[in-house]
C-alpha cells in the first residue's frame, strides 16, 4: 500500500490543531461607506447564513477558541460548570468571568475593491441581527443569492465620546447579481475560504497552563504550553487543581503556620478581586472590550 506523506502530515496538523496554511483576508472596514456582497459559506450549518465562532477572553489574554463548540475536551468550560454547581456566589462571579463570547462571520466581495477577491467580515452580536433581520424580511430574503440577491451599504462613523466607531448595516433597494460576469461569479463564490483555516485551536495542557496563570494573577495571555505556570509551579500542582478541589469541596485554602490567619483566602475570592467587570453588565464599554480584545486575537494570528 502507497503511503501518502501530505495526507498524513495534514492529518497530524488536524489532531495536534495546527492552524493550516492559509489565504483568508479579512476586511476590516474604515470610516465612510462602503457597499458589499455578502457569499455563502460552503461548509456553514444547515439552514444558517453566517458562520458563528465562540472564544475565551481571559485577562490579557486576545482569545482562545473555545474546545467544546467541536466537541473536545475543555478544561474552561468543565470549571466554569463545576463552579456553577458549588452555589458559592464568588464561584458563580468568577464563572460568569470565565464565559465565552460569540463573534459571527461572513465572507464578502467589497465593491470597488472587487481585485482583492473574496475577504471574510468579522463583526459582534448587534450587526449579526441586524444581518439576520434580512432574511426573515419579505422585502429582502435571501440577500446571499448570486442571482437575485442584495448588495448591503456599511457605513462606519465616530461618534463625540464614544471611544470606537459605531458599524450601521442597511440594504439596498433592489435585487442584483454578484457580477455580471458568470464565470468570475462562479470562481468567487467557489473560492470562499474555510473559515477553519482562520485560528489554531489550542491544547487543553495549553489552555489549563493560561487558566492557571491568570488565576494565579499572572499575565495569561503569555503563559506557553508546557508543564510550568506562569510562575514555575508544576501545572499538577498548580492554582487551577486547588480551585477545583475547593469547588468540589475535597479540600480547604493551605493556610501557612506563621502567617497570620487573616491572610487566607480562598483562590477563588483572590481572583475575584481581580476582576473589576461583571459580564453580565452590557454597557457599551464592556462590548468595546470585547471587540479590542478580537481585533488583538487577528492581529497575532
Partial sequence: MAIDLEAIRRRVAELSGVRKTSSVQLWKPTLGEHKIRCLPWKN???????????FYYIGKNSGILTPKQFGKPDPIDDLMHKLFKSGKPEDRFLAKKLMPKMRAYAPVIVR???DKGVLVWSFGKLVYQRLLGFFIDEDYGDIQDPNEGFDLKVTISHIQGKEYNDTVVDCKGRTSKLCDDAAKSAAW???VPNIDDMYRMK???EIENILNGWLNGGD???T????????????SEDALDTLVKEVKGESKPVVKEDAPKAEAKPLAKKAVKKASVDVDDDSSTKKQ?????????MKDE
Avoid: K
Fill in 44 to 54: 456553514a450549518p444547515v439552514g444558517q447564513p453566517f458562520m458563528e465562532r465562540w
Fill in 220 to 222: 495569561a495571555g503569555s
Fill in 224 to 235: 506557553e504550553a508546557g508543564n510550568e505556570t506562569t510562575r514555575g509551579r508544576p501545572a
Fill in 112 to 114: 470597488g475593491e472587487e
Fill in 189 to 191: 463564490l467557489e473560492s
Fill in 289 to 297: 472590550s470585547i471587540d479590542e480584545a478580537f481585533e488583538d486575537l
Fill in 203 to 205: 491544547s487543553p495542557q
